[in-house]
Every structure is written in structure tokens, then in C-alpha cells.
């Protein structure tokens, strides 16, 4: 089972655009690092904050609305996030209780495969293969 950890942001790394210390970037580097000799993390990254960000609305046209951050919520905003591929939930939160946070909330969601969809036909889970093979190999 494959999971997207998330990281929640908040004012200190959003609104202020506070970056981690040399030494929280060691912790971080050091799990990471677990992480990866265990094979369980497909993915890890830190974002930038909302002011550098921007997001699309769509409204019911072929029209796309384009929206400047920084966003009002940090609370609601995501700072970083893991992929990871695990055996089952009991085992991603053995791992993330491990993360070197002292603070926050992390949010875990399991990814969504072909298998959980009803209406995932032979020729879509064919074709969403074909473009999963062609997306790893770049």
C-alpha cells in the first residue's frame, strides 16, 4: 500500500517563511535516510511557502482561474510530504512516529490504486499502466 504523508504547515513556516535549522535538516536528512535503506519512501519533500505558490479555480467552464498566493489559512496548507510504500496503516504510523517533529500535525492518506475504483474497465487499468510504466522510466 502505497500513503502521502502530509505535513501541515503553519505560521512559522508559511506567513514567516521560517526555514529549518542545520540541525533539524540533519534530523530530517537522518530519517529520510532510514526511510530509504528500509525501501519504504518512494518520495519526500519540503515546500516553499503559499507566496510562491498559486492555485487554479475551476467554475464550471474551460476557463481556469488563476490565484496568487500567499493564502490566508496556514493551518490549512501543506509544508512538506512523504510517498510511502508500506505493508499496511499499522506500519506507516510505526514510521511517522518516529519523525523528528517536537510540534504540528502530520495528516496520512492512503493513495487511491486502479483496484479501488468500481469502474476501473480492463482497458483503464491497461492504459493507466502503460502510463505509470512510461512516467518511472523518465
Given at each position: 500500500m502505497r500513503f502521502m504523508v502530509i505535513v501541515k504547515s503553519?505560521?512559522?513556516?508559511?506567513?514567516a517563511g521560517a526555514q529549518p535549522s542545520a540541525e533539524e535538516l540533519q534530523e530530517m536528512g537522518?530519517?529520510?535516510?532510514?526511510?530509504?535503506?528500509?525501501?519504504?519512501?518512494?518520495?519526500?519533500?519540503?515546500?516553499?511557502?503559499?507566496?510562491e505558490g498559486f492555485r487554479l479555480q475551476?467554475?464550471?467552464t474551460t476557463e481556469a482561474r488563476?490565484?496568487?498566493?500567499?493564502?490566508?489559512?496556514?493551518?490549512?496548507?501543506i509544508a512538506g510530504f512523504w510517498i510511502l510504500q508500506v505493508?499496511?496503516?499499522a506500519e506507516v504510523i510505526e514510521?511517522?512516529?518516529?519523525?523528528?517533529?517536537?510540534?504540528?500535525?502530520?495528516?496520512?492518506?492512503?493513495?487511491?490504486?486502479?483496484?479501488?475504483?468500481d469502474n476501473?474497465?480492463?482497458?483503464?487499468?491497461?492504459h493507466e499502466k502503460k502510463l505509470r510504466e512510461q512516467a518511472e522510466a523518465k
Open positions: 503553519d505560521e512559522k513556516t508559511d506567513v537522518k530519517f529520510n535516510e532510514e526511510l530509504v535503506k528500509a525501501g519504504v519512501m518512494l518520495a519526500g519533500e519540503g515546500l516553499l511557502p503559499s507566496s475551476y467554475s464550471g488563476v490565484v496568487d498566493g500567499p493564502f490566508a489559512e496556514s493551518k490549512e496548507l505493508k499496511d496503516r514510521w511517522m512516529k518516529r519523525a523528528p517533529f517536537r510540534e504540528g500535525e502530520i495528516e496520512i492518506r492512503r493513495i487511491a490504486e486502479l483496484d479501488d475504483f476501473a474497465t480492463p482497458e483503464i487499468v491497461e
